[in-house]
């Protein structure tokens, strides 16, 4: 439109020609309109919309958008309330906090997190809006159950103001959840110094107090404990060299501990040898070449034949020839000269430990079983030579 | 002529004497305070005792002393008590104030003397009543004196107002005052010392105010209220470092569960002889006894039984064990303290006491 004005004004305008210019541009101006009504406004926000598209809008949001990205409008915003070089340390805290509490209270607690921490960042000299960014951000982290860093928050606010009774109470109740029951009771009493006889304190006092001595109980049980397993394994240790049970790998008595009486058996750790009564109580691996299958038995005592411990066992599932019985096997044992001993099964555990050439391997005694004069007999103890 | 020489001393007695001259005659008075006839004759001279009590706030620390000291030697013996409280002092306080006055300063020197003429005087149950006007104001500064162990400043313990407290807990006011709150329930700060190590006179002042307060069946449910945990503390010193089977370890105070090995008993008989006196005032009520039924005390005292090797203590044990083993259809009274025993039978058990005793 101003670009057909300046062609005729080169001369004045008669009042005709002004009018009919005039009613031109009214002509194409109404035009113009009428072109743009055929077509609806489309880039603003819809009825039905608007309310979303102002809380998009940064001026008007009230939560930073979720995938984090601030349009260029929300950045200069933040940055006309957030540049240190507009603000004092001590605005910047306030606005930090402020932020923090913003989310605070929409229970956006990690967010107000890091508000806190920004303020708390700012080392402003103000104590207390120190203590108070330190116990809001306490706060936040109690609602997220991060009660290591309630109770470390609690306590700084404390440090910047000590009769911050809200940050106490804090400090106690996360100091219960940690388990640091003598904190607990320290801010409980200090709590209860002053006049009011809050009756949530007192209870949150002698909660502490029971489970303090709980712990301590707990305690002194797994010392009695640890001092019963220890004398005990003494006791086994004492009773083996008593008896001069030859231990593989153990070059002389003092040479004697219990990791080398563990079972190498998988699952079989806790079988350990133990000692009841004065009796040294064994596990015991029964081998049946043969089949390729074994017998572990627990806790045998030591005083008793080890022919009773066979009585048990058979017969066998597997001997479906029925084979394996007391009366028709001999059971060997492999000596520390590499080599096979037939023994009487008759004789008590401990006495056939004790046998010439014995060796305790993997604290474990181990018997082969065989039938008396089988062919598998027979070969079992040409492998030998 | 044969003036007594006591009334000769009497002007080295006064203030202005020369101090080695009070010094010397005090030093006489303090070996005379040693006899009892020393005492029958120094209390004959009310003189004397007006100017020994006037000494003991003598500016020379050991003048002041040896004063105090003859006062605990005159103390020691009722009758010495009683005459005692007739005086007082140039400030016109009696004996029992004064001595108040020294506890509570942390700056006297001999403190403990003040604290041991106040035990030795709370002791004469006839006297308790008119002195315990003296002590009420000051209840809560001489408890305060008791929990602090470093209250005094120069070097006295105060061990001695463990037995002042527990001889005033006869009076019925004092024990409603330890068991209510101003701000504070006193007995709640009373209860450590029954396990104070570096004093047995400290603890069984503690131990002997519980078994004071448990004589009277009023105060039995304020004792055995589980927030006061009172049966730790009673049965703590009775118990060494024995093993019980899980199902008993189970029915004790949780504090008195599973304690080490190299745990000791309580080493002063008459401290261990005051928790048996409590716990069988504990069984006269039925209340009471399912209680300490209920928190193992049997088998505590099974345990102790096998130790203990004084034989009145052992039949203390034994009488609190006798009820607590019956069922309660079998002790059949709601309150034993109530059942009435005729003389002659009274005299048949005294004497059956006395021959247990004997025997071993």
């Known amino acids: 439109m101003s670009e057909e004005a300046p062609k005729v004004a080169k001369q004045p305008m008669t009042d005709e020609e002004r009018l009919a210019l005039c009613q031109k541009l009214d002509k194409e101006l109404d035009d113009f309109i009428d072109s743009l009504e055929k077509k609806r406004y489309t880039e603003g926000w819809s009825e039905d919309t608007w309310e979303e598209e102002m809380d998009k809008h940064p001026f008007f949001m009230k939560s930073t958008p979720e995938d984090g990205a601030l349009s260029p409008l929300a950045e200069g915003l933040a940055k006309l309330k957030y540049d240190p070089e507009e603000n004092t340390p001590l605005e910047l805290a306030a606005n930090y906090k402020e932020d923090g509490n913003f989310n605070f209270k929409h229970k956006n607690y990690r967010l107000a997190i890091l508000g806190y921490t920004e303020g708390i960042k700012q080392r402003c000299n103000d104590a207390e809006i120190n203590a108070s960014l330190y116990n809001n951000r306490a706060a936040s982290h109690w609602h997220l159950k991060n009660y290591r860093s309630a109770l470390f928050d609690s306590e700084k606010a404390l440090s910047f103001n000590a009769n911050h009774t809200k940050a106490r109470i804090r400090a106690a109740k996360a100091a219960l959840e940690v388990t640091k029951y003598d904190t607990c009771i320290e801010h409980c009493q200090k709590l209860l110094e002053g006049e009011s006889k809050d009756k949530e304190i007192v209870e949150l006092l002698n909660t502490a107090k029971k489970k303090k001595q709980q712990q301590e109980r707990d305690q002194r049980r797994k010392e009695r404990k640890n001092e019963k397993d220890s004398e005990q394994k003494d006791q086994v240790i004492k009773a083996i060299i008593q008896r001069g049970i030859k231990i593989s790998k153990c070059d002389d008595e003092d040479d004697i501990d219990l990791s080398k009486l563990e079972p190498s058996l998988p699952g079989a750790q806790d079988a350990i040898v133990h000692i009841e009564d004065g009796v040294l109580r064994w596990p015991l691996l029964l081998l049946y070449p043969e089949f390729q299958m074994t017998d572990f038995i627990r806790g045998c005592p030591e005083n008793v034949p080890l022919l009773n411990q066979l009585e048990q066992v058979f017969p066998a599932p597997w001997d479906e020839e029925n084979k394996y019985s007391c009366s028709k096997i001999n059971v060997y044992f492999e000596g520390y000269d590499k080599m096979p001993h037939v023994i009487d099964p008759s004789k008590n555990l401990g006495d056939l430990l004790v046998t010439k050439y014995y060796e305790l391997k993997a604290g474990t005694p181990a018997f082969f079983i065989l039938p008396r004069g089988s062919v598998v007999e027979r070969r079992f103890l040409e492998s030998y030579i | ?360």
């Open chain 2, 1 to 360: 002529m044969a003036a007594d020489p006591l009334d000769e001393l009497l002007q080295f007695l006064k203030p202005e004497a020369r101090i080695d001259l009070r010094h010397i005659a005090l030093d006489h008075l303090v070996g005379l305070s040693g006899t009892e006839e020393g005492i029958t004759t120094l209390l004959s001279h009310d003189k004397i005792i007006q100017s020994i009590i006037n000494l003991t706030d003598d500016k020379i620390e050991e003048v002041a002393k040896n004063a105090l000291l003859i006062l605990v030697n005159i103390t020691a013996n009722p009758r010495g008590v009683i005459e005692l409280l007739k005086y007082k002092s140039d400030g016109n306080k009696n004996i029992v104030k004064l001595c108040i006055g020294y506890v509570l300063n942390p700056e006297k020197k001999d403190a403990d003397a003040a604290a041991m003429i106040l035990s030795n005087i709370t002791r004469v149950e006839t006297e308790l009543e008119s002195i315990l006007d003296a002590f009420l104001p000051h209840l809560n500064d001489i408890l305060n004196a008791y929990v602090n162990i470093n209250f005094n400043k120069k070097g006295s313990n105060l061990n001695f107002i463990g037995p002042m407290i527990s001889n005033l807990s006869c009076c019925h006011s004092i024990r409603k005052w330890l068991t209510e709150e101003n701000p504070h329930i006193p007995l709640i700060k009373l209860l450590p010392f029954c396990s104070y190590e570096l004093s047995n006179i400290r603890r069984g002042g503690a131990m002997g105010t519980i078994r004071n307060l448990s004589f009277d069946p009023e105060f039995h449910d304020f004792l055995l209220s589980n927030d006061l945990e009172l049966l730790t503390y009673l049965l703590n010193p009775i118990m060494g470092g024995e093993e019980y089977i899980d199902e008993e370890m189970d029915t004790l105070p949780i504090s008195l569960q599973y304690l080490p090995k190299e745990k000791q008993r309580e080493n002063d008989i008459d401290i261990r002889k005051m928790i048996l006196e409590t716990l069988n005032k504990f069984c006269m009520r039925r209340k009471g006894r399912e209680f300490l039924r209920d928190n193992g005390v049997y088998y505590v005292l099974r345990e102790y039984h096998k130790w203990e090797t004084d034989p009145k203590v052992r039949l203390a044990c034994e009488n609190v064990v006798d009820i607590l083993i019956q069922k309660e259809d079998e002790v059949g009274a709601e309150d034993l303290s109530a059942v009435e025993v005729p003389d002659d039978m009274k005299e048949k058990f005294e004497k059956m006491d006395e021959d247990y005793i004997q025997e071993k």
